[in-house]
């Protein structure tokens, strides 16, 4: 019976013997695979920066063994493809899409195991931050393009998009500004043309001149007998007339660039060269008084001002 138990002895503690030298040649070495292959990739990550191979590389590690021996990777693998997110997002010059996702990474990365490479990638965000800011308070002068470059020495970047991305920053706030600047000037230029043609009489910019008026044209004021009428064809077309006789003179007064007329023919808009609309009702008169003068005209009334408009 001894001899029995003894010899079980024996047979349990060869296979304890066996089980672990299996481990040791066989298991061991396979965990040392993964560790291998899961350094090789996080390396990938911090220091060669190539981050879509080493995310993808991560990924292949999902076997029972590798998440035994690298409970983290779940979670690296996933701080990976924001890191490579924040660097795509970086390439392509949407810096704060970048910021969003190597926030992400930050968050997700509780065990610093790609502090490096969030790092390198943070310190051109924060850059980039910096260096638009003094963009953006750059003043709008001669010296403009000087001081762009100085900041764009200023600051180094990883990634030479940022800087390409920062010079085109600066050169559409310089662009804006000139832009603003040569319309503040032409509006300026058009507010001194507008008080120039206030203090210029309507004679001398076209309009009907009464001192032209004799009897060839017009009738004493005193005159008898006169009467008359005319049909409502006639009436309009003594208004189309005399408007476009006088056309150049509506336009200059009242800063127009053209005249539309209504389908009736009563009425027409003088279009702005601001783009805004000035309409204006048409009545003809056989006869009004001018100086000491009857003429035959079209009354204009407008909400900026009424006309009448005469033959001389």
Not at 144 to 164: A, C, R, T
Not at 236 to 261: A, H
């Amino acid at each position: 019976m001894k001899k029995s138990i003894a010899i079980f002895s024996s047979v349990i503690v060869a296979l304890i013997i066996c089980a672990t030298a299996y481990y040791f040649m066989f298991g061991s070495g396979k965990d040392k695979k993964v560790k291998e292959e899961y350094q090789k990739y996080v390396d990938m990550i911090n220091i060669s920066h190539d981050f879509e191979a080493g995310a993808k590389g991560l990924e292949t590690l999902t076997t029972d063994v590798a998440q035994k021996v690298i409970p983290t990777i779940k979670t690296d693998i996933k701080v990976a493809k924001e890191v490579r997110n924040t660097s795509i997002s970086l390439n392509d010059k949407k810096v704060d899409e970048a910021k969003d996702s190597l926030d992400r990474a930050k968050k997700l990365d509780a065990k610093s195991n790609f502090s490096a490479a969030i790092n390198w990638l943070n310190a051109d965000i924060e850059n980039y931050k910096r260096a638009e800011e003094e963009i953006k308070n750059i003043k709008l002068d001669v010296n403009f393009n000087k001081d762009l470059s100085q900041i764009l020495e200023k600051y180094k970047f990883n990634n030479n998009s940022l800087k390409q991305l920062l010079s085109d920053v600066g050169n559409k706030l310089y662009d804006k500004a000139q832009e603003a600047a040569q319309k503040a000037k032409e509006l300026a230029e058009k507010a001194r043309e507008f008080e120039r043609k206030k203090k210029r009489s309507d004679v001398e910019l076209g309009g009907p001149n009464p001192e032209l008026l004799n009897d060839s044209n017009s009738l004493p004021a005193d005159a008898q007998g006169i009467g008359g009428a005319t049909s409502e064809e006639g009436a309009r077309k003594m208004s189309s007339d005399l408007v476009n006789r006088y056309k150049g003179y509506l336009l200059k007064k009242y800063n127009g660039e053209k005249i539309e007329w209504s389908v009736n023919g009563k009425s027409f808009k003088l279009i702005k060269e601001d783009g805004s609309k000035i309409t204006f009702t048409t009545q003809p008169q056989l006869y009004k008084k001018v100086g000491n003068r009857l003429v035959s005209g079209v009354n204009l009334n407008s909400e900026e001002g009424s006309e009448f408009l005469y033959n001389t």
